[in-house]
């Protein structure tokens, strides 16, 4: 990697299975390093840090943390500080910039995917984050963020069908190479594949139906990869780190 010589923004994103932490020179991503989440509750943490996270860390002016699991969001900020002692903004602690029109609890990475979209992207747009859950957050022609659906992630899908059948195994997804399974593997690949993109096709269609204009498509999270041969050909847009790119946009509006 090029030399780091400017300060850097620290990203983070909580996920139920990911923790991403994220550089970036203004407004520009760097790199990442991910961890798995119930590994930093256990604080059981041997974490392969990329060849520059310490001098990477080192440069860190300004950080922030959106997480959806309130149960590691210390644990991981307690990490960071190890290394760098630095203020970590939470979300609550900053202003977020977009009309909310949604009650009770809204995930913070469900805010931070719609902030990213608006100031990559703009209003009118329907995020998929493809993480445990598969969520859909949609911000209108006012900028006001409507709400969505949540529904089952890929990997959540296969975790129960394997676990509540007793014939059914782990497999590693992929996109199909035919499908009509032709054994147990291929067809519980492609099951699942299937309803993942149909449930994402569908979903938006419904979505647009309701609102009663077109949205730019926008996939994130993690299972982003595994659909994105489908989507792209639909013109779709893949912006694998959505969250963290909100969390940055929320640390640079807010100048802190
Ligand atoms: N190509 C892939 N094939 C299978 N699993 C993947 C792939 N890419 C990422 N994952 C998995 O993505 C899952 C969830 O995505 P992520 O966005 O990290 O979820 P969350 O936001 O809920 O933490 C993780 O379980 C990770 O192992
Ligand atoms: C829906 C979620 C579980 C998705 O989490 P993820 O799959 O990204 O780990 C998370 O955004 C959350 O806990 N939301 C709170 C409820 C809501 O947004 O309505
Ligand atoms: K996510």
């Known amino acids: 990697m090029k030399d780091v010589n400017f300060d850097l923004n620290l990203a983070i994103d909580i996920g139920n299975s990911t923790v991403n932490i994220a550089f ?16 930093m509750i256990k604080g059981n943490f041997k974490i392969e840090k990329p060849k520059d996270f310490n001098k990477q860390i080192a440069k860190v002016e300004k950080a922030g943390i959106s997480s959806v699991v309130p149960e590691a969001t210390n644990k991981v900020i307690d990490f960071i500080q190890e ?15 977009i009309k909310i029109d949604y009650e009770g609890l809204l995930g913070e990475d469900r805010m931070m995917a719609i902030l990213g979209a608006f100031k990559d992207y703009g209003i009118k747009n329907v995020v998929v984050d493809i993480g445990s ?7 209108d022609k006012d900028k006001v963020f409507r709400g969505g659906m949540i529904a089952l992630g890929p990997f959540n899908i296969l975790r129960s069908s394997t676990q509540n059948t007793s014939q059914l195994e782990n497999i590693k997804l992929h996109k199909p190479v035919a499908n009509i399974g032709q054994n147990t593997e291929s067809s519980l690949n492609s099951g699942i594949y299937w309803m993942i993109v149909g449930a994402i096709e569908k979903g938006i269609e419904t979505i647009e139906n309701e609102i009663g204009y077109k949205l730019g498509k926008i996939l994130t999270g993690g299972g982003t990869d595994l659909v994105k041969d489908y989507f792209i050909e639909k013109n779709y ?10 969390v940055n946009y929320l640390l640079l509006d807010n100048g802190v």
């Not at 390093?33 to 590994?39: E, H, N, P």
């Not at 290394?83 to 910039?97: G, H, M, R």
């Open 24 to 39: 970036f020179e203004n407004k520009d991503f760097i790199n990442s390093i991910s961890l798995q989440t119930d590994q």
């Open 83 to 97: 290394q760098k002692n630095i203020k970590i903004y939470k979300i609550e602690e900053l202003d977020y910039n």
């Open 133 to 139: 859950a598969l969520t859909f957050s949609v911000l």
């Open 237 to 246: 847009i893949l912006d694998r780190y959505l969250v963290v790119k909100g």
